[in-house]
């Protein structure tokens, strides 16, 4: 049987206005052409690109104007009963203006992936927050154990790299810092004791001092009215 996919060069199937994307048919056995259909999203057909295969693969080169594009694709010459279609999407975002990142209010939470990275950048996510998908700044991963000092450099460079802001956060606590509760009182196990802050305090400075031209913004708590704050 023959099954067909679509690969877009897109990182994240996301483009800007003007970009050339390359675009690939796969298929999974030997077929001559198909016609490649590019979708505006109320799926009304915009082009008909003609593709023909060498071996298993089709190859060809889009420029669209911004909007979500569906990009569907089956083979010349089957009929409407018997079509074998293959799908995916691609975004084109606007080119976004230039404008001085500490002006630029649009971020996310960005994970530790260059590909992802440049997708959120074409977006316009020039902001990276880093709490779920990148905690490397907080303390449980600063300071796993009392006095145990680690900064991850490699993660903080690889963040920097495509030229996002950075907001650090100063929240969770590191195990040894923690208060010991049980049963329902374990819901409160994030709250800092009164011995502790001092403690935290060192993890701030050190932070903050070490990563200083890095980091450019810190927010100390993340969403402070939860009880499980510290």
């Not at 060498?54 to 104007?65: F, Y």
């Amino acid at each position: 049987p023959l099954e067909l996919a679509i690969r877009t060069g897109a990182p994240y199937n996301v483009a800007t206005v003007g970009e050339k994307v390359a675009v690939t048919v796969l298929a999974t056995s030997d077929t001559n052409r198909a016609l490649l259909q590019v979708r505006d999203e109320a799926d009304r057909l915009f082009r008909s690109v003609p593709v023909r295969f060498q071996g298993r693969e089709a190859r060809t080169t889009l420029v669209l104007p911004s909007g979500y594009w569906r990009l569907v694709t089956r083979p010349s010459g089957k009929a409407e009963g018997e079509r074998v279609e293959a799908e995916t999407f691609l975004a084109v975002a606007p080119r976004m203006p230039d404008v001085p990142l500490r002006d630029w209010l649009c971020g996310t939470h960005i994970p530790d992936t260059p590909a992802l990275r440049k997708a959120c950048w074409k977006l316009g996510l020039r902001w990276d927050r880093l709490h779920d998908t990148a905690v490397w700044s907080k303390w449980p991963w600063v300071e796993p154990d009392r006095g145990e000092w680690t900064f991850n450099d490699e993660a903080a460079a690889r963040h920097r790299a495509r030229g996002h802001g950075i907001v650090g956060l100063l929240d969770t606590l590191p195990q040894w810092a923690q208060t010991p509760l049980t049963g329902a009182e374990q819901k409160a196990r994030l709250w800092l004791r009164p011995e502790t802050v001092p403690a935290w305090e060192e993890y701030a400075r050190r932070a903050a001092e070490h990563w200083r031209g890095v980091v450019d913004t810190w927010e100390v708590m993340n969403e402070p009215y939860f009880s499980v704050s510290a």
